[in-house]
């Protein structure tokens, strides 16, 4: 227990951390796609200092052996997010190698080279199940080769020998198909423009002939206003599905011809499909399912009965699960909590017993120096209910001057379709340990709250979220938990243009930070792939009436209403983001003499990847908080220009 007596009292943003901006650039190894086949568990691992490349590892035992060498990057591009890219099966292993869009099979054991069984080039492959019956992989195809504006994608079938048969075709999208345990049908997803999948998918299902080809193909569930996620088979052959007809993404099944509720819950057992192969339930016998789930914003654990529909808590430490495999009484999960950034981990059900196989950072900071955020829900503008997680300042050598209240930081989520978890993030952990206050905010539009909750947001972006939250900071303020002269609000991205949005059209925060910020909204339609290149439709306005609302909408036309300190950061070979937002930006509030400093980084495009990158922006955003409140400065900070600031 942390002895309080002898804290050191000192200005919020100046105390001392071991969480350096070096240790936050340092990161984590991006851990993604648990499998478990045959009592192997295998996963794919970020190799940092070798350019970000994917590789898989598999757990034998006690032994981890890397599967897939160097130049070999195992990952796809399909939908241009991706995931989905390995499988094992039986005696191999199969993967798309992202340097060639290659499909490679590998022997299980790791002997041998990875052999190519696909042409690549423009074609990609994604989401692969083993057709045993046929000798061949069925999988989302996207064919780039044509030429034209959008990719052509379709369900397809890539033979032993590398011939590709196109199964099912006229849909826009694809996903999860499914065989059956006895192989003799085929489940799958699909959807069109202009919806995303979290808004309207179909649910398909069809005969496997004799000949491979699909027959008696039917549309069993879902439409333009039900979204279904993950179709899994049963072992005894009934198919499962998560779908928000309820207003939740609740579990059913398929049986008899009849859609039935599985585990009716104001809970959420699905989420948007952002990338392929995403899995939060599996099958520990017909009847049995261990499935993970979201309330408030929390991920459990959970024992269902497929029958009763009753559920039976798993005890684990995790508040975050966002992936889960299931073989016998073994469950294998990516998992995270306040004080654990995320890991993969297996469960023994039979025993309880929890063993971590890998961690995405090795050497955490002691716990007393990190904040455990609390879920909060706060009221917002008519009459909704916001979800946020507040971070309070934690540091166990200072605390706050006597009546001092600590300034605060709110973030918003990128996406916008996405939601903030309360999984470690060291890079919310640099703020906290220093004195300042963060208020991680999933606002209307989030998912992990229901489609209502999520559907708040169309045609409200830039509304919305923004809203919920200058009502977030505002809670905190009426509670005197919170500095109301020190509430900064920073973003990157969409979450920039929330930042932006806070910043011209409300007058709560005193200071903000934009990362590569969106300024001006048509400028994203212009460089939107196929995927996303609807979206702003339902965020923002039909094409019809879009000009008119990007116009109202984007900072860039409203930069007279910028009026509180800020500073930019901005890539200087960003495509999606290009300099010149930022600088109309910076230009406008230099010659209304309001403080702005401009942060320029060669070699960064849309995100910032290198170390040295990372370093530099924080610490320039630490300085320009402390310049602008009038907080002492430590000498080791390097100085950052800020124009228009008063002596």
Not at 284 to 293: D, K, Q, W
Request: proline share 6%; with cysteine; aromatic share 10%.
């Amino acid at each position: 227990m942390t002895d309080t007596t002898r804290k050191q009292a000192a200005p919020c943003g100046t105390w001392t951390s071991p969480i350096t901006a070096a240790v936050v650039a340092a990161g984590a190894t991006p851990l993604s796609q648990v499998l478990l086949d045959g009592g192997d568990v295998f996963w794919l691992a970020g190799r940092a200092s070798e350019g970000g490349r994917n590789t898989l590892l598999r757990r034998r035992g006690g032994q981890v052996d890397e599967l897939t060498p160097a130049p070999f990057n195992v990952r796809t591009r399909v939908h241009e997010y991706g995931g989905g890219a390995t499988l094992v099966a039986d005696s191999h292993i199969w993967f798309s190698n992202f340097a060639d869009n290659r499909v490679y099979r590998l022997d299980r054991a790791g002997s041998g080279e990875p052999v190519p069984v696909s042409a690549g080039g423009g074609e990609r492959w994604a989401d692969f199940v083993l057709d045993r019956a046929h000798r061949r992989l069925i999988g989302v195809r996207e064919d780039h080769s044509a030429g034209g504006t959008y990719p052509d994608n379709t369900l397809g079938a890539l033979g032993a020998d590398g011939t590709v048969t196109v199964l099912v075709d006229g849909n826009d999208f694809y996903s999860s198909p499914r065989i059956s345990p006895d192989g003799k049908h085929l489940a799958w997803l699909s959807w069109d423009h202009p919806r995303m999948p979290w808004q309207g998918t179909e649910l398909w299902l069809a005969e496997i002939g004799d000949d491979g080809t699909l027959l008696d193909g039917r549309l069993i569930a879902g439409g333009a206003d039900e979204a279904i996620v993950q179709p899994e088979w049963s072992p005894d052959g009934t198919l499962h599905f998560v779908s928000d007809r309820s207003g939740w993404w609740n579990l059913y099944r398929y049986e008899h011809g009849v859609v039935l509720p599985v585990c009716p819950r104001a809970a959420e057992f699905g989420g948007p499909h952002w990338v392929f192969g995403n899995s939060m339930y599996g099958f520990r016998s017909a009847t049995e399912i261990v499935c993970t789930f979201i309330e408030d914003g929390v991920s459990k654990l959970a024992r269902l009965d497929a029958r009763s529909g009753h559920l039976t808590p798993i005890a684990t430490p995790y508040e975050q699960i966002s992936e889960l495999k299931i073989e016998g009484d073994t469950v294998a999960l990516l998992g995270g909590a306040p004080t654990l950034a995320a890991e993969i981990a297996c469960i023994d059900l039979a025993t309880g017993q929890r063993d971590v196989l890998a961690r995405s950072i090795e050497q955490l900071p002691d716990v007393s120096y990190l904040s455990v955020p609390q879920s909060i829900r706060y009221p917002s503008m008519n009459g909704r209910t916001a979800y946020a997680f507040f971070y309070p300042p934690t540091n166990r050598d200072f605390a706050p001057q006597p009546g001092e209240l600590p300034p605060l930081m709110v973030i918003g989520h990128g996406g916008p379709t996405s939601m903030a978890a309360s999984t470690l993030k060291l890079a919310t952990q640099f703020w906290t340990s220093r004195g300042i206050a963060v208020l991680d905010v999933n606002y209307g539009g989030s998912t992990g709250f229901g489609r209502a909750y999520r559907d708040l947001l169309k045609g409200q972006w830039g509304v919305v979220d923004v809203e919920d939250c200058v009502a977030g900071a505002q809670h905190l303020v009426d509670n005197d938990l919170v500095d109301r002269e020190r509430l900064v609000i920073r973003g990157g991205s969409a979450g920039g243009l929330t930042t932006l949005c806070a910043l011209a059209f409300h007058d709560v925060f005193k200071a903000g930070a934009s990362y590569y910020g969106v300024s001006d909204l048509k400028g994203l339609d212009a460089d939107s792939h196929k995927f996303e290149s609807h979206y702003n439709e339902y965020l923002i306005a039909p094409k019809e009436s879009a000009d008119r609302v990007y116009a109202e909408r984007s900072p860039i036309n409203h930069t007279d209403k910028l009026h509180r300190p800020m500073i930019f950061f901005q890539g200087l070979d960003d495509k999606v983001v290009p300099p010149p937002q930022s600088e109309v930006m910076v230009s406008a509030l230099r010659a209304r003499g309001v403080p702005v400093a401009y942060i320029t980084l060669a070699g960064e495009g849309h995100g910032f990847r290198k170390a040295d990158s990372i370093v530099r922006t924080l610490e320039a955003e630490l300085y320009f908080y402390l310049r602008v409140f009038g907080i002492p400065v430590p000498e080791s900070l390097p100085a950052v220009e800020i124009e228009n600031l008063p002596a």
